[in-house]
């Protein structure tokens, strides 16, 4: 099974900028489906972005559509997601997490393979 292991995250002016970076040890990374996750106090977890297995397609929220970026690097065995532009609804902890199957993603979280320890994200205003 993969194992994830976050960094990043931490408090950040509304405005300004993260990266949250995901490093995987196990099986071939490249052989999973990348996602981000948050959630907010009192909220359900949300899918931010994926990424398919080769990096070909990817899917952002609309919310974070032209302010969050999420890449991966198959030969560094790590995934990222840049935000920029933050606001203070982005204030959340945030996961990154993978599956065999990109589908997952977004039909059913729970059924995801592996997930990172998450990371929290404080934007101030």
């Known amino acids: 099974q993969v194992q994830l292991v976050q960094s990043g995250g931490g408090v950040v002016q509304a405005g300004g900028s993260l990266r949250l970076s995901c490093a995987a040890s196990?099986?071939?990374?490249?052989?999973?489906?990348l996602g981000w996750f948050r959630q907010a106090p009192g909220k359900v977890r949300e899918l931010v972005a994926g990424?398919?297995?080769?990096?070909?397609?990817?899917d952002h929220k609309d919310s974070v559509k032209g302010r969050f970026t999420i890449s991966r690097d198959n030969a560094k065995n790590k995934g990222y997601l840049q935000k920029d532009s933050l606001e203070a609804e982005d204030t959340a902890v945030y996961f990154c997490?993978?599956?065999?199957?990109?589908?997952?993603?977004?039909?059913?979280?729970?059924?995801?393979?592996?997930w990172g320890q998450g990371n929290q994200v404080t934007v101030s205003s």
């Open positions: 990424m398919t297995r080769s990096g070909g397609s990817t």
């Open positions: 997490a993978e599956d065999a199957n990109y589908g997952t993603m977004f039909r059913d979280a729970r059924l995801l393979t592996s």
């Open positions: 196990g099986p071939t990374f490249s052989g999973y489906a």
